[in-house]
């Protein structure tokens, strides 16, 4: 698989909370030079992005980030906000806590809730499956599912662990067939990414892509 079909399937990422408009912009520049599926970007800078590149970018942004407890009302405010702004995709993060508590009517609802709130937008649902008991992620498989969000995603990359081959592998046994998978958290090189396609992921959430393929390319010449 060479390089620039992998960044068909990356969300170039940058959501560090310290970012400047100077370390935006280089992701949007890299993400048009390698073709990127999306930049992911916090939500405060969709408005400049979008003025500054419009349709030349796919924009991506987090909602509920990074812990995912907000209510479900604030959630839909930043996706109304996000759309208004100019995004496309966006990554919403479930209450854990209600997963937790067994809560799943409510995650549920809260799902179908925000997919109706973006439309024909990409919804992917970010699960932190870290913090879930392998029963809890099979459970948030079908609600993903039964919620009619386009992604399952596996991390924010916060959290204490990022993806693993073994959750690509249990996503892909119990999510429905409308669905598909986002890895994310700890893809650290070219090899991973290529692993994690070849395992079923349609995206994958990294801000290491392009460093990584430029690293390669000067190594091979």
């Known amino acids: 698989m060479n390089y620039l079909e992998i960044m068909t399937h990356v969300d ?3 959501l560090k909370p310290f970012a400047v408009w100077e370390d935006i912009k280089e992701l949007c520049d890299e993400a048009i030079m390698y073709k990127a599926a999306s930049v992911c970007i916090p939500p405060n800078y969709i408005k400049r992005v979008h003025s ?8 991506c942004t987090v909602v509920g ?9 604030a959630k839909v405010e930043e996706c109304k906000q996000a759309l208004k702004d100019g995004v496309n995709e966006i990554d919403m993060v479930i209450n854990i806590t209600d997963v937790k508590n067994k809560n799943f009517d409510k995650v549920l609802e809260e799902i179908k809730v ?8 990409i919804l992917k ?4 499956t870290c913090y879930l ?8 498989c079908h609600i993903v599912t039964d919620g009619c969000a386009d992604y399952i995603k596996t991390s924010t990359g916060f959290g204490t662990k990022g993806a693993t081959r073994e959750d690509i592998e249990l996503f892909k046994k119990h999510i ?3 669905v598909k998978i986002k890895a994310s958290g700890g893809i650290r090189t070219l090899q991973d990414m290529e692993d994690y396609i070849k395992a079923g ?12 393929i430029k690293e390669a390319q000067k190594a091979s010449l």
Do not use: W
């Open 12 to 14: 170039h990422t940058l």
């Open 52 to 59: 500054v590149y419009g349709k030349q970018l796919n924009i």
């Open 65 to 73: 980030f990074p812990l995912g407890y907000s209510v479900t009302e």
């Open 114 to 121: 925000i997919k109706d709130t973006v439309g024909e937008h």
């Open 125 to 128: 649902v970010i699960v932190e």
């Open 133 to 140: 008991t392998e029963e809890e992620k099979i459970k948030m």
């Open 176 to 178: 429905g067939p409308g």
């Open 201 to 212: 992921c349609s995206r994958l959430g990294t801000s290491s892509a392009v460093k990584l």
